[in-house]
């Protein structure tokens, strides 16, 4: 291939932009820092016929231990700000949404507290439809641009294809800006209820150690009885299962650790397994909500059950 735009790594170690710090290295990997640098790298991909990724805080997202072909993104500088307009946030897709929800705080806004709980970016989050406590993302968000080799189109949340923890965009496609409409509310009441999310996330979860977020999706099986993915996981003796150097959090069972030497391989055989037990305790088949860079085979797995 000849020379690369400026910018542009060889052989990146993603691991460490992953929070459960597992995986190889990117074939090419660039931090755009501006709209048009963005839609530079992806024109630039598509000519070279590379598949795009992005990685953003880290937090749901398993790297295969082969790495990844193609071109990783992590959105930086002009990509990553927050901006306050009247009520509403103007953000950058690679904006840490916990830092979204604080600023929203202390400018008297409310509509967008759960994210203090979601340790993603905005782009992720728009891409997942993030949400938690009962706040959704899809309900405040105004728009987003969303950079693609042939341009950047702005969308609103109709043309999203919003369903459960997922949306409609695809490979290729990269949530550049967005934008929230918010609410004027008490500034010190939005801070308290900042302020008890943070507590009972910490109470609920493990933190300060090598782990990713909720692995498996909230189940709709009748058969669940109402239960979460980690109360089934608990009640079919998940809690604290290890394999290598991986296992189900002894404090909330939905959660997978990297006790310091794992592999992505075996996360994802933590992920069979704790899947596998669930489907023979409760005949529930659990669906992973993690997201995968490279070649991850999360559902040829699941077979195993």
């Not at 728009?126 to 949400?131: C, I, K, L, P, T």
């Not at 459960?164 to 004027?184: I, N, W």
């Not at 608990?234 to 069972?253: T, V």
């Amino acid at each position: 291939m000849p020379g690369l735009p400026n910018g542009v790594q060889r052989d990146y170690p993603l691991a460490r932009l992953t929070t459960i710090r597992t995986g190889g290295v990117a074939e090419f990997f660039a931090r755009p820092g501006t709209l048009e640098e963005l839609e530079r790298l992806l024109v630039w991909a598509g000519a070279q016929g590379l598949e795009v990724g992005v990685v953003g805080s880290g937090s749901n997202l398993l790297v295969a231990d082969l790495g990844v072909r193609g071109l990783v993104l992590k959105l930086d500088k002009e990509l990553s700000t927050i901006e306050l307009d009247g009520t509403r946030i103007r953000c950058g897709g690679g904006a840490r949404l916990p830092t979204v929800s604080a600023r929203a705080a202390q400018a008297g806004l409310t509509g967008i507290e759960f994210g203090v709980s979601i340790p993603g970016t905005v782009g992720g989050a728009v891409r997942m439809n993030a949400n938690a406590y009962g706040g959704e993302l899809a309900r405040v968000l105004e728009w987003v641009d969303v950079a693609r080799a042939e341009g950047t189109e702005r969308k609103t949340p109709d043309q999203l294809g919003f369903a459960y923890r997922r949306s409609s965009l695809g490979p290729g496609e990269v949530v550049a800006r967005a934008s929230f409409a918010l609410t004027e509310a008490a500034s010190d009441e939005v801070k308290a209820t900042l302020a008890d999310m943070r507590a009972r996330r910490k109470a609920a979860q493990p933190s300060g150690i090598k782990t990713f977020g909720s692995t498996f999706k909230y189940p709709d099986d009748p058969r669940a009885r109402g239960r979460t993915a980690g109360q089934l996981l608990d009640a079919a003796g998940c809690r604290g299962l290890r394999i290598g150097g991986a296992g189900f959090s002894a404090k909330h069972a939905n959660f997978i650790e990297n006790h310091g030497d794992a592999t992505t391989a075996d996360v994802v055989a933590v992920m069979v397994e704790g899947r596998r037990k669930v489907l023979e305790s409760f005949g529930v088949e659990l669906e992973p909500e993690v997201q995968v860079l490279g070649p991850v085979e999360l559902h040829a797995d699941w077979s195993r059950g």
